[in-house]
Nanobody
Framework: QVQLKESGGGLVQAGGSLRLSCAAS????????IAWFRQAPGKEREFVAA????????AYADPVKGRFAIPRDNAKTMVYLQMNSLEPEDTAVYFC????????????WGQGTQVTVSS
C-alpha cells in the first residue's frame, strides 16, 4: 500500500555534504514512523536515523549524531536525510523504511541508493 523510493546518492569527498531523498506514494497516511538504514560492504544492516511521519521524536545512531538530520516537506510525501561532515565510514547503501505501528518491524522499504565517501 506504501511505496518508497530513495535517490540522491553519489560520490563525495570526506568532509562534504549530501542530501538523500525518500519519495513516498500510496497510502502514506498509514505511516507512523519513517527511518533510514544503511548497509556497508560486508557488514550487517544498521539503523541510521528515524522520526515520526510528522518529524517528531527524532532518533539517531551514535556515529551520525550531530552530523545527520531528517527534514521533510509540508505535503508529507518527501523525507530527506541531510548528511554533513561525511566520513569514509559512512560509505554504504542507504535505505528508506516506513512503519505502520508505534513499535515493531518496518514493513515498507525502498530499493536503496549508494553513497560513497572518499578520503
Amino acid at each position: 500500500q506504501v511505496q518508497l523510493k530513495e535517490s540522491g546518492g553519489g560520490l563525495v569527498q570526506a568532509g562534504g555534504s549530501l542530501r538523500l531523498s525518500c519519495a513516498a506514494s500510496g497510502r502514506t497516511s498509514n505511516i507512523v514512523r519513517i527511518a533510514w538504514f544503511r548497509q556497508a560492504p560486508g557488514k550487517e544492516r544498521e539503523f541510521v536515523a528515524a522520526s515520526t511521519w510528522t518529524g517528531e521524536l527524532p532518533a539517531y545512531a551514535d556515529p551520525v549524531k550531530g552530523r545527520f538530520a531528517i527534514p521533510r516537506d509540508n505535503a508529507k510525501t518527501m523525507v530527506y536525510l541531510q548528511m554533513n561532515s561525511l566520513e569514509p565510514e559512512d560509505t554504504a547503501v542507504y535505505f528508506c523504511a516506513g512503519r505502520r505501528s508505534v513499535v515493531g518491524n518496518y514493513e515498507d522499504w525502498g530499493q536503496g541508493t549508494q553513497v560513497t565517501v572518499s578520503s
